[in-house]
């Protein structure tokens, strides 16, 4: 298609159709339904059949019907581009991101990607709002859930792999007119997981340091993977919300990233520039939006009412729409829609796609190397030749354990726990008792009589707890991270009845359970696992599989210690007592500085033993490699993965540094009792943050590196930059 040529026959109005995007529902009514959502977002109504993408639809067949009713409307047969929020899955749903964050697994992460690429491409998505890049360390927002967890070089790695995985990248290929792929948005930039109190839209208070240093990375690795769109943040950052912000938009994004793909707003972000107070009005938030680099804008009419005007006046100049227009066109073509605007979608192949069962198999797998291991006084991994199993609480037979996002997910095709365990173990009698409810607010005891009755005649217990799952993702924050209701008392109740009792958490953020930690003989947190989570959750408690996720996040004893991560940076009064209150020190009158789990952490049925780690040589030479070796041993009879983590810690520079940072991580599986021994390398980048004068450098003088989870070093070595 020659694009240039198309866009010198396109009028103005044409050109900022393809800057406006839409929801399907605008599209499938007859004119007169479409009237009211139409005029609920201000679109004049000739501009409709103009409009250049859509956001939303519900399957093949409508997408088609959408697609082919405007390609004969339009005068210039220009496709429409379809775009979703395929975040953990399509309709097979994988686990949440901050699980996958979990796996630390990027591998993992990928394959899940393509998986989901292939079924949303399938039913004719072209565009997916995802990876989310942000970084959050504040469990009371509810988007944690979708992020990868609290870590900068986790977030990039797990970023990258999620663009690899939905364009289908491979070392020297990306293939978006595969019918297989999607292109990827990455989003929101910038800073939108810094949401002060973790209120969802709040504003950002956060230094151009810290952003550099602990936002900026991820996104830039989305970028350099070669995602195609960015979708700007909701947050204002430094007085100015990010789509109105030059100095986001322009001089980072832009210049200092080299992006030069299609930046989207995110859902009536540029209207809402008037509700900030930032923009007078409309036309206002229409200049600052565009002028910013913001080329389409998502469900609201600002560019459809005002860019013309703007033109016209001379407030915007033409060149840049057209530079605007082309960058969409270009996706469309790269996506292959001017030859096949369906991209071979036909919903008889779609069903097929969607309901294939090697997805499952991935979507179990992927539940299996999530979960994390948070407690084990050495009751798990139950027998298989157990008689009686009793399966207790609110998430016992629940089918809602796919998460937030989980796009054409069906709760129905997900398996519960009950389900999984029934399968595995088809000789077991097994009852489920709900117990309690999962909502703030129930106090309802009355079913605890017969959780308990039904905890002591079993042999073993499944504690099923968590939140429901509307408790987190967009504009689902708490104040409150503790589990809703009566759960904790109803766990009491029935530890006390069955000493045999695993917790199994159901949940979209870190919880804060300090009685549940030192209640339960056992925890494993599922958190939303997707369509095969209790097939997952069963395989795990019977040892089928063996745990091996990590903590992707620091989760919290109470929510006053929000935010928390692992990588803070020492004070001039560092806390010298490991337990209890010190005067005139950083800490709390009322409650330890500590986690109530460490970034990191993670059990196994296996025992892992880390011999020694020592340096090849203990100094590092600009231009250089430093090799670190580790000796690891599977001190136990079962095969098991760790994942083997070094944290890097500057012990005297320009400002002051985190104390722990991750610079390396890798899985290792292990037989038993076999060791082996690794090497870790360590090169001047890892060692770079942003001076005094903001230039990104490695500075010369002593490095501490360690092995084990944050706050937990296992070995420590010491060597000098030169
Ligand atoms: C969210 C985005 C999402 C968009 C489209 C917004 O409200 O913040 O993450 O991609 O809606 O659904």
Not at 670 to 693: A, G, N, Y
């Amino acid at each position: 298609m020659d694009l240039n040529a198309l866009l010198q026959s396109m009028t103005m109005k044409e050109k900022i159709g393809q800057l406006t995007q839409c929801t399907a529902e605008l599209f499938l009514q007859t004119d007169a339904a479409a009237t009211g959502p139409r005029e609920a977002i201000g679109l004049p109504k000739e501009m409709l059949p103009l409009v250049g993408s859509v956001l939303n639809f519900a399957n093949a067949e409508e997408m088609c019907a959408i697609q082919r009713a405007h390609l004969e409307a339009d005068r210039l047969k220009i496709p429409m581009l379809f775009m979703m929020d395929v975040i953990h899955g399509y309709r097979t749903i994988f686990p949440i991101p901050l699980a996958m964050g979990c796996s630390m697994d990027p591998s993992l992460m990928d394959d899940c990607s393509q998986m989901a690429a292939k079924e949303a491409a399938a039913s004719g998505v072209h565009v997916t709002f995802t990876p989310m890049a942000d970084q959050c360390r504040d469990a009371r927002w509810g988007r944690i859930m979708e992020t990868t967890g609290e870590d900068p070089l986790l977030n990039e790695w797990m970023g990258k792999a999620q663009v690899w995985g939905f364009q289908g990248t491979t070392r020297d290929n990306t293939d978006l007119r595969s019918p297989d792929t999607l292109a990827a948005c990455v989003k929101h930039f910038a800073g939108y997981g810094a949401v002060e109190a973790g209120r969802d839209y709040n504003t950002v208070e956060l230094s151009e340091r810290t952003l550099r240093e602990t936002h900026f990375p991820a996104y830039k690795a989305c970028i350099d993977a070669g995602a195609r769109m960015v979708m700007t943040s909701f947050s204002a950052v430094d007085g100015l919300p990010a789509v109105a912000n030059p100095w986001l938009m322009k001089t980072v994004l832009k210049e200092e990233m080299g992006f030069d793909g299609v930046v989207i707003s995110d859902y009536d972000a540029i209207r809402e520039l008037t509700v900030h107070g930032v923009a007078a009005d409309l036309k206002e938030a229409a200049r600052l939006a565009f002028s910013n680099g913001c080329d389409i804008e998502m469900c609201s009419a600002a560019y459809a009412l005002h860019l013309e005007a703007l033109v016209n006046d001379g407030v915007l100049s033409e060149a840049d729409i057209d530079n605007a227009v082309m960058r969409v066109l270009r996706l469309k073509e790269e996506l292959g829609l001017f030859d096949d605007p369906y991209r071979a979608v036909d919903p008889q192949r779609e069903d097929a796609v969607c309901t294939d069962p090697a997805h499952r198999v991935l979507a179990r797998e992927a539940a299996e190397k999530t979960a994390v291991l948070l407690k084990n006084n050495g009751i798990l991994p139950f027998s298989k030749e157990v008689k009686r199993v009793a399966l207790i609480g609110p998430f016992a037979e629940n089918h809602a354990i796919l998460g937030f996002w989980s796009c054409r997910g069906r709760e129905e095709e997900s398996v519960t726990v009950r389900q999984g365990v029934e399968a595995l173990l088809p000789y077991a009698e097994v009852t489920a008792v709900r117990g309690c409810g999962n909502t703030v607010g129930d106090v309802d005891r009355s079913g605890f009589d017969e959780a308990v009755k039904a905890a002591s005649e079993a042999d073993v217990v499944i504690l099923c707890l968590g939140e429901p799952s509307h408790y987190s993702g967009e504009g689902n924050s708490r104040v409150d991270i503790a589990l809703p209701g009566v759960q904790e008392a109803l766990a009491e109740a029935v530890i006390e009845a069955n000493p045999q009792t695993a917790v199994v958490l159901f949940n979209g953020r870190p919880l804060a359970v300090p009685r549940l930690k030192e209640t339960a003989p056992a925890i494993l947190e599922m958190w939303f696992p997707g369509s095969e989570g209790g097939s997952a959750a069963a395989r795990l408690l019977f040892g089928e599989v063996n745990p091996s996720a990590k903590l992707a996040v620091t989760v919290p004893r109470c929510v006053g210690q929000c935010p928390i991560s692992y990588r803070y940076a020492s004070t001039g009064r560092p806390k010298t007592i490991a337990h209890g209150y010190q005067p005139f020190r950083s800490n709390y009158l009322d409650e330890e500085i500590t986690p109530l789990w460490p970034f990191g952490y993670g059990l196994s049925y296996s025992r892992f033993v880390y011999e020694s780690l020592r340096l090849e040589t203990d100094t590092l030479r600009c231009g250089e490699r430093l090799m670190v070796t580790l000796v690891l041993r599977n001190d136990s009879d079962r095969e098991g993965t760790e994942t083997v983590q070094a944290y890097i810690r500057d012990l005297h520079a320009s400002v002051t540094r985190p104390t722990q940072q991750l610079m390396w991580f890798s899985k290792v599986t292990l037989p038993p009792h076999q060791r082996i021994t690794l090497k870790i390398p360590v090169e001047e980048s890892d060692l770079c943050f942003f001076d005094r004068e903001m230039r990104y450098v490695a500075e010369a003088g002593t490095f501490e590196l360690f092995v084990g989870y944050a706050d937990h070093p296992v070995h420590a070595v010491q060597f000098r930059l030169e």
